[in-house]
């Protein structure tokens, strides 16, 4: 053993002083044997006008077809012969395509997969076609292996020889009898039954959709029983299923799928009942996925022990490639899709972590995966054996039907030469019209932490051209993972990797001996701990996009030589472990020695309880309707929906804390009075009723009047309002008499606000405000007033000419008082829209901004700000919630966000334009369709979109007009804390998962009782731009404080947290900081409380 390292470890020097290896290396045709090619011959009767998906190409699956040890290939073609190849080892492979009689010559073929049907311990092939459509004619075909190189098609007999519109098959046990049975994943073409709400999924297609097919075997009948009704599965003709993914999913011990639909329909999740049928639970689990859908992988991604789920679509890279393809919905046709009962959907591909808690966030943006272009097939597995699952996807299309330039030459009326007015145009000629889609393959090595790096290139994986099926194999029994790929118009690709020969990374490999007529143990299940590692694998044969691999596990170990233990959960339920195994081992488990019946793990006590519905609140938030990009189109998001807002405190002394809910505009405000039983009273007031015309975004109980009695001010605000309209006037209700009266005595200021903190910043005895504004209606970017009150003592204000600088202080979205310099004078910290983290030094009264700050160089999109201590050395730490990391936008201080904003057409209105750097070069976010809807004259300056894609700003708009106009810029947005130490402040970030979303709202606790502080943080944005899609992957974040500044995040399944929505408000209900209450927009409020801990 000493010797083979030492033998390697100088091949490894001798290679990296020579030549650089690269992780995989493409092999040739001559290396190989494999002559396989996917051509496409397109004709005036049959083409991609004819047939939508004409372009999506075929599946590949592997598999012992002779159980002699070594993998073979089994390639897909469309419209020429399968071909079958015998593995002879060292990467050797024969054709014996004819004399097994499994050419499936002609007509039209999609998925494939190599999987033991009949229970006799060999494997068969499923090849799904289409058929019945048009002159397609073709049904399914399943070939028997005859144990001899040889098959026979019998899909017949096993009733499995579907006609119609088929993709792929999975082949599973999700009864748990023994057998395999089928899940058919079929798709769709656009027909008059096409269009409308989301009931359409419940009118029954023959041809189009789905089935789920029960096996008989156990019951001795070599027969598949069509049971999709009764199970519970969809199979309408909106169901444009292109992936297909087999999965536990909520780890109960019973399989569950998910399906990729394009176009329209929904995803589908089904959760496996464990009794025979499923529940569709896409939108109580995701909050958004894919647009178009495509091919799938589900893995564990973060090594947590939880499947993970990502799905494909067709966002370009490119930016030129982007510019000049549909994207998006507009806004209007997205809550259009929303009303008519559809998830939210958006074009970009979507990974989903498990939150184990039966939810997911989708951080497909965190991790920069999103952007593949039009993208197939996507392999979740550790191909450079360091323990951590990479990612490999598949790209590349013939034509694009989605170039504007080409939708415009079909449905113009007015363009020459379009299709308008040349009716009579050929398929050909349309065809011609779109731009070539030849794009490179993308591999990603995952980093950890929801980070990945873009090793395509580097790893050899860049293939530039129109890849469709791919799947993993080790085709030498090396210990790592090899691919093949099934290309359009070109060879197939085989790849061999490099990581054992080269690298010297260590693995463990598995495979299984199951009974009945399971024999390979498909769908079990394997937890792996390795010192600090803990991973997971599941056994199932379909993946990436119309393909499947063979059974059997392999696990990266880096450089471990030993493994701890290894549990194996088998689909019978029954688990067996075993202890201390050498890594490089090959280990096969039989299902005849596993005794224990599965459970699901022990639930440990979850730190929160939600209580969703509070005894005795019968609020909830209703947000009126309107929409900001119609009057500003051009908005990252919309400012009008910033509610509720909420303050708590013991108006009445008895003990007991009292809740106002502030409305949305035409909604009642409502004051509830808590009880000694844990319940609320609602306390009646007229005002309410009369005010509720107002938006309400913040509030504040205090003593304006010196009479110890609680006082209300609420904040008013609403983009739909113009400037000075009445409704934008701040009230003050002041408690006299045990009533509420709203008093006229606050300066006449009506603008868009935002919050209200009250403190005698200038100690005469009475309490003063810090009133700030959130916007200048109609005019986002400039900014509005904030004022400074100076209170009489009687509650009557004024604005205070000591601190007059009111425009200076940007587009404020929270603030607070705190004492930076003890000085025994709070000073003010504010935080805002492209601002930075600001501070005003409070002089004995006076306000002066402290320009050294180092927060004021933090310009980003700010939410929050919270002052608490994390790291117990009795200084005040400033913790600020920020926009996050997971969109699209990617800005540092050397590449930042810009907004250029101003009447930029001259027709009295303000227009903004937001730009991102890549590359050295600057772009603006927003496409050609999406600024002429703004300035018209973009349209006619740019009439082609090839015209207008790709360029800079500066083309698009003259240096000149830029420097007439107003500038800001972001250079950071992630949530971070300023730690303050020896009189100053150092940045440190909050961890990973807090960067997932938007933080609105920051609290601190500590739930553990270690005495150190820590943190809950909530957010969300849902009404935003198509662009940015729906920020909303925070359920509430709990993260662990070491007492000394760091924080860990603590996963959702321990949290127990699991708020869904835009969190406006979150403020402690009690003393003790154990419960709190949650506003969210448009919603009903949530209390979370801290469970007792054993």
């Not at 403190?759 to 007033?785: E, I, W």
């Not at 587009?811 to 000085?823: E, R, V, Y």
């Not at 002066?848 to 929050?864: A, N, P, Q």
Request: with cysteine.
């Amino acid at each position: 053993m000493r010797c083979f390292i030492k033998i390697n470890f100088l091949i490894f020097l001798f290679i990296s002083c020579n030549k650089e290896v690269k992780l995989f290396e493409k092999l040739s045709q001559s290396e190989t044997g494999i002559d396989f090619r996917n051509d496409l011959n397109e004709n005036e009767k049959f083409n991609l006008i004819e047939y939508l998906y004409f372009y999506n190409g075929g599946g590949v699956a592997t598999g012992d077809i002779n159980n002699d040890g070594l993998v073979d290939i089994y390639f897909s073609s469309n419209q020429g012969s399968n071909k079958l190849y015998l593995n002879k080892g060292n990467f050797n492979f024969i054709d014996i395509t004819k004399t097994a009689g499994v050419e499936s010559s002609n007509e039209w073929k999609t998925g494939v997969s190599l999987v033991d049907v009949n229970g006799d311990g060999y494997l068969d092939i499923y090849q799904n076609r289409l058929g019945g459509y048009k002159d397609i004619k073709g049904k399914n075909q399943l070939f028997i292996n005859n144990k001899d190189l040889t098959f026979t098609e019998r899909a017949s007999d096993f009733g499995l020889d579907f006609e119609g519109f088929s993709t792929h098959s999975a082949f599973f046990d999700y009864d748990g009898d023994g057998d395999l049975d089928l899940y058919l994943l079929n798709h769709s073409v656009h027909t008059e039954r096409s269009y409308g709400n989301y009931k359409l999924r419940f009118e029954k297609s023959e041809r189009s959709g789905d089935k789920l097919y029960r096996n008989e075997l156990d019951k001795g009948n070599f027969f598949f029983e069509d049971v999709s009704e009764e199970s519970g599965i969809l199979s309408s003709n909106i169901g444009y299923g292109l992936g297909i993914g087999i999965s536990d999913i909520n780890r109960d011990g019973c399989d569950d799928i998910y399906i990729s639909n394009d176009f329209r329909e929904n995803d589908y999740l089904y959760l496996n009942n464990c009794d025979g049928t499923f529940s569709e639970s896409l939108e109580a689990y995701m909050n958004h996925t894919s647009r178009f859908s495509m091919g799938n992988d589900i893995a564990d991604i973060n090594n947590d022990q939880y499947p993970d789920v990502f799905v494909l679509d067709m966002l370009p890279e490119d930016e030129k490639i982007l510019k000049r393809s549909a994207g998006d919905d507009s806004y209007e046709i997205y809550e259009m899709k929303l009303r008519f009962g559809f998830n939210k959907q958006f074009s970009r591909n979507t990974l989903q972590l498990n939150n184990k808690n039966n939810s997911f966030s989708e951080v497909s943006q965190i991790a920069d995966i999103h952007a593949t272009d039009w993208s197939w097939s996507t392999l979740i597995e550790d191909f450079d054996l360091d323990s951590k699952n990479d990612i490999y996807i598949t790209n590349g299309i013939v034509k694009r039907p989605n170039d504007m330039d080409y939708i415009n030459f079909i449905s113009n009326e007015k363009l020459d030469g379009g299709l308008s007015q040349n009716p009579n145009l050929l398929n050909r000629k349309l065809i011609d019209e779109m731009p070539s889609g030849k794009v490179s393959n993308y591999a990603f090595k995952n980093l950890s932490d929801l980070s990945f790096d873009n090793v395509s290139s580097s790893w050899g994986l860049d293939f530039n051209g129109y890849s469709n099926g791919s799947t993993y194999e080790d085709f030498d029994n090396d210990g790592d993972y090899d691919l093949v790929v099934n290309n359009i118009n070109d060879n197939a690709l085989l790849y061999r990797n490099n990581s054992r020969e080269y690298y010297l990374k260590n693995y463990l490999k598995v495979d299984f001996n199951g009974i009945k007529n399971n024999l390979y143990g498909v769908g079990a299940k394997v937890l792996l701990w390795a010192k600090e590692r803990s991973l997971y694998k599941e056994n199932f044969l379909n993946r990436g996009f119309m393909s499947s691999k063979s059974s059997g596990l392999l696990f990266g170990l880096d450089t471990l030589d030993m493994v701890d233990s290894i549990m194996v959960i088998w689909p019978s339920k029954k688990i067996q472990t075993i202890y201390n195994i050498k890594s490089n081992s090959h280990l096969i488990f039989n299902e005849a020695d596993a005794e224990k019946k599965y459970q699901e793990l022990i639930k440990s006590r979850e730190f929160f309880h939600v209580n969703k519905s509070v005894d005795g609140i019968k609020y909830e938030h209703k947000e009126n309707i309107f929409n900001d990009f119609n009057r500003e189109r051009l908005l990252p998001y919309m400012i009008s929906k910033e509610g509720p807002a909420i303050s708590v405190s013991d108006i009445n002394e008895d003990g007991n804390y009292d809740l106002f809910f502030g409305s949305a505009s035409f909604s009642e405000s409502k004051l509830y009075l808590g009880t000694d039983r844990g319940n609320y009273i609602e306390n009646e007031i007229s005002f309410f009723k009369d005010d509720f015309i107002a938006e309400d975004v913040d509030a504040e109980f205090f003593d304006v009047d010196g009479d110890k009695d609680l006082d209300l001010y609420v904040v008013s605000a609403g983009n739909e309002f113009p400037y000075s309209a009445e409704s934008l006037r701040d009230r003050l209700y002041v408690l006299d008499n045990n009533k509420y009266e709203r008093k006229k005595s606050l300066p006449d200021i009506a603008q868009h606000g935002s919050v209200v903190r009250n403190y005698d910043y200038d100690k005469d005895g009475d309490n003063d405000l810090f009133v700030a504004g959130r916007v200048v209606s109609g005019k986002y970017g400039f900014s509005p007033n904030s004022y400074f009150l100076s209170n009489d003592g009687s509650g009557f204000f004024t604005i205070d000419s000591l601190n007059s600088f009111s425009n200076d202080f940007g587009m404020i979205t929270d603030a607070t008082w705190h004492d930076i310099n003890d000085d025994g004078y709070k000073d003010l910290i504010t935080c805002g829209d492209w601002n930075g983290i600001n501070l005003y030094i409070n002089n004995k009264g006076k306000l002066i901004r402290d320009e050294s700050f180092i927060g004021s160089e933090l310009r980003g999109l700010w939410f929050s700000i919270h002052i608490v201590d994390v790291n117990n050395d009795g200084a005040k730490d400033i913790i600020a919630g920020n926009f996050g990391e997971n969109s699209k936008l990617n800005v540092n201080k050397l590449n930042p966000l810009r907004m250029y904003f101003g009447d930029l057409d001259d027709n009295n209105s303000i227009e903004q334009l937001i730009s991102f750097q890549k590359e050295g070069k600057e772009f603006l976010i927003f496409n050609k369709d999406e600024l002429s809807k703004q300035l018209n004259y973009i349209a006619k300056k740019f009439v082609s979109y090839n015209d207008f894609a790709g360029l800079e700003v500066v083309d698009i708009f003259s240096e000149k007009t830029l420097l007439e106009n107003k500038m800001l810029e972001v250079n950071e947005l992630r949530s971070l804390i300023l730690l303050s130490k020896d009189d100053k402040y150092e940045v440190s970030y909050l961890p990973r998962m807090a960067q997932i979303s938007p933080v609105r709202e920051i609290q601190h606790l500590d739930y553990n009782n270690d005495s150190n502080t820590d943190i809950i943080i909530f957010g969300n944005m849902t009404s935003v731009s198509p662009y940015f899609g729906s920020l909303d992957s925070n359920y509430g974040i709990l993260l662990k404080g070491d007492g000394k500044g760091e924080f860990k995040y603590i996963d959702q399944k321990k949290s127990g947290l699991n708020v869904r929505g835009d969190v406006s408000k979150v403020l402690p209900l009690d003393k003790n900081r154990s419960k709190f209450v949650i506003g969210i927009n448009g919603n009903k409020p949530s209390i979370i409380s801290l469970n007792d801990q054993d």
